[in-house]
């Protein structure tokens, strides 16, 4: 599985392209940042920002998206940017036909060093010994950017048995429904 990973931004949009073999093997195939002025208008950014990744996703080709999902902070002006990266990026990937999964940062810390309240240098440090990379990622948007491809990448397989396990679930509990309704109606 093939996942691109972004760690949505105005200022600076973190992407990361992670190869997963299933298990917990994974490798690092890109990582960038892309940049965009802050005195250019918004519309402006959205747009260098979503050329830059349909530039990614027609060049690396990911079987899926995984955006970090926003969160409140405490200026507003900044989720307000974040947000808005995040659906161009995620409208983006819909369009090209992708599935797109959104992970809280605390899920990528976890996932990727062990603990939800993970700092910014440890999850760098995480990530450049997981994907065995020779220097880190930086700045931290890069890191962030493969944590959540690597985090995609080894929750996918879980998240998609839920689902079938649920999905069992619902089919049997109609069936139950069923025969009980059955059985009602015939015992009149």
């Given at each position: 599985m093939r996942v691109l990973g972004v760690d949505p931004?105005?200022?600076?949009?973190g992407l990361g392209v992670v190869d997963g073999s299933g298990g917990r093997a994974v490798r690092a195939v890109a990582v960038d940042v892309v940049?965009?002025?802050?005195d250019l208008p918004l519309e402006r950014r959205l747009?260098?920002?979503?050329?830059?990744?349909?530039?990614?996703?027609?060049?690396y080709r990911p079987d899926v998206v995984a955006i970090e999902r926003v969160f409140s902070q405490h200026n507003v002006r900044t989720v307000m940017g974040t947000a808005q990266a995040s659906g161009v990026?995620?409208?983006l990937a819909a369009r090209a036909g992708l599935p797109v999964a959104f992970?809280?940062?605390?899920?990528?810390?976890?996932?990727?060093?062990?603990?939800?309240?993970?700092?910014?240098?440890?999850?760098?440090?995480?990530?450049?010994?997981?994907?065995?990379?020779?220097e880190?990622?930086?700045?931290?948007d890069a890191a962030d950017a493969l944590a959540l491809a690597v985090c995609?990448?080894?929750?996918?397989?879980?998240l998609d048995r839920m689902a079938q396990?649920?999905?069992?679930?619902?089919?049997?509990?109609?069936?139950?429904?069923?025969?009980?309704?059955?059985?009602?109606?015939?015992?009149?």
């Amino acid at each position: 599985m093939r996942v691109l990973g972004v760690d949505p931004g105005l200022t600076r949009c973190g992407l990361g392209v992670v190869d997963g073999s299933g298990g917990r093997a994974v490798r690092a195939v890109a990582v960038d940042v892309v940049r965009t002025a802050p005195d250019l208008p918004l519309e402006r950014r959205l747009l260098g920002l979503g050329a830059e990744v349909e530039r990614w996703i027609e060049r690396y080709r990911p079987d899926v998206v995984a955006i970090e999902r926003v969160f409140s902070q405490h200026n507003v002006r900044t989720v307000m940017g974040t947000a808005q990266a995040s659906g161009v990026v995620a409208l983006l990937a819909a369009r090209a036909g992708l599935p797109v999964a959104f992970h809280t940062p605390s899920e990528v810390k976890a996932a990727v060093t062990g603990e939800g309240r993970a700092g910014k240098e440890q999850v760098t440090i995480m990530v450049t010994k997981v994907l065995g990379l020779t220097e880190a990622p930086r700045p931290a948007d890069a890191a962030d950017a493969l944590a959540l491809a690597v985090c995609h990448c080894w929750r996918a397989p879980m998240l998609d048995r839920m689902a079938q396990a649920k999905a069992r679930s619902d089919e049997l509990a109609k069936a139950h429904r069923a025969r009980l309704a059955a059985a009602a109606r015939a015992a009149r």
